[in-house]
C-alpha cells in the first residue's frame, strides 16, 4: 500500500511538472528537458559504468548532450533568437572529438567500450530530447514568423500515456483470453490484446485532440497517435532490452516507485524521432 501511494504521488508529480513546462512557456519546456536529457545520460553513463565494465565520463556526457538540446532550441526557435544560425552546433563537435581522443591518455581498460557506450547515449537520448524542438517550433506562414505550438511535443506523452494505460488495462482485462505475448523473450508481461488496446485508446484521444485542436485532419491524427503507440512499444522493449543486459530491474532511483528517468522516457526515445518522421512526411507544417 505504501509503494501504491508513493507510485501514485510521484507519477502525479511527474506529470503536473511535465505538462505545466510544456504549457507554460517555450522557456520552461527548453530548461525542463535540457535537465532531463542531462539527467538521462548521467543515469546511462552510470549503469554501463556499474554494470557493463565502462569508464564514460558522465559530465561530458550529460553536459554534450544538453548543449545539443540548448542548439537545437536556440536554432529552431527562430523568433527568440531573431536569426538561425547553423554555426550554434559547431562547438557540439567538441563532445564528438573529446570522447575519442581523451581514451588515448586516460588509459581506461576498453576505450572500444567506452566509445560505443558513449556514442550510443547521445544517439538514443541526446538526439530524440532536442528533436522534440523540431516538434515545439512551427512556422507560421500568415505572421511570418517561428511560433510555440504546444500542443505537438505535448501529444507525444499524452499519446504514450494513453497507450500504456489501455495496455495495461485491456491486457490485464482480457489477458486470459488471448494470452499470446507480444514480445515474451524481452517482456514476458506485454501482450498482442494489450498492445491493441493501447492503440485503439489513442485512436479515441486522436479524435479528441482534432475536435478540440484540430490543426491536423482527423486521419494525421490518428496517424500520429499509432506512430506514438507502435514506435513508444519499440522503445519500451529496447530499454527492457538494455537492462536485461546489464541484469537490472530499474534505471535508477530518481523518481520513488518509478525507478530512473530512463524508465520513464525510455517509450518516448524512439516515439519522438519517428513522430518528426511522419510529421515532415505528410508535410503538414
Known amino acids: 500500500m505504501k509503494n501504491l501511494i508513493l507510485r501514485s504521488m510521484t507519477g502525479a508529480l511527474f506529470v503536473v511538472v511535465l505538462v505545466s513546462c510544456i504549457v507554460w512557456h517555450h522557456v520552461a519546456f527548453a ?5 532531463i536529457t542531462g539527467l538521462t545520460l548521467w543515469e546511462f553513463a552510470n549503469n554501463v559504468n556499474s554494470y557493463a565494465g565502462a569508464s564514460v565520463n558522465r559530465l561530458i556526457n550529460a553536459v554534450g548532450g544538453m548543449y545539443l538540446f540548448a542548439a537545437f532550441y536556440y536554432y529552431f526557435s527562430g523568433y527568440v533568437t531573431g536569426v538561425q544560425e547553423s554555426r550554434v552546433f559547431i562547438p557540439y563537435l567538441i563532445t564528438l572529438i573529446y570522447l575519442p581522443v ?21 544517439m538514443y537520448i541526446a538526439l530524440p530530447f532536442a528533436l522534440l524542438n523540431v516538434l515545439a517550433f512551427q512556422y507560421d506562414a500568415y505572421a511570418d514568423r517561428v511560433e510555440y505550438v504546444a500542443i505537438v511535443p505535448l501529444s507525444v506523452f499524452l499519446f504514450l500515456w494513453t497507450s500504456d494505460t489501455g495496455a495495461y488495462c485491456v491486457g490485464s482485462l482480457l489477458h486470459k ?9 524481452i517482456s514476458p508481461n506485454k ?20 475536435r478540440v485542436y484540430g490543426r491536423l485532419n482527423w486521419l494525421q491524427w490518428c496517424g500520429f497517435g499509432i506512430v506514438v503507440c507502435v514506435f513508444g512499444t519499440w522503445g519500451d ?25 530512463l524508465d520513464r522516457f525510455d517509450s518516448s526515445l524512439l516515439a519522438i524521432p519517428a513522430v518528426v518522421l511522419y510529421l515532415y512526411t505528410i508535410t503538414v507544417f
Open 177 to 185: 483470453y488471448f494470452p499470446a505475448k507480444l514480445f515474451e523473450r
Open 237 to 261: 522493449l529496447v530499454e527492457s532490452l538494455f537492462k536485461r543486459q546489464l541484469g537490472i530491474k530499474d534505471s535508477g532511483h530518481l523518481l520513488p516507485g518509478h525507478g530512473g528517468l
Open 31 to 35: 530548461l525542463l528537458f535540457a535537465l
Open 102 to 122: 581523451s581514451e588515448l591518455y586516460l588509459r581506461k581498460k576498453n576505450p572500444l567500450k567506452n566509445w560505443a557506450y558513449a556514442f550510443a547515449s547521445q
Open 191 to 210: 501482450s498482442w490484446v494489450g498492445s491493441i488496446g493501447g492503440g485503439l485508446l489513442c485512436l479515441v484521444v486522436a479524435t479528441l485532440l482534432w
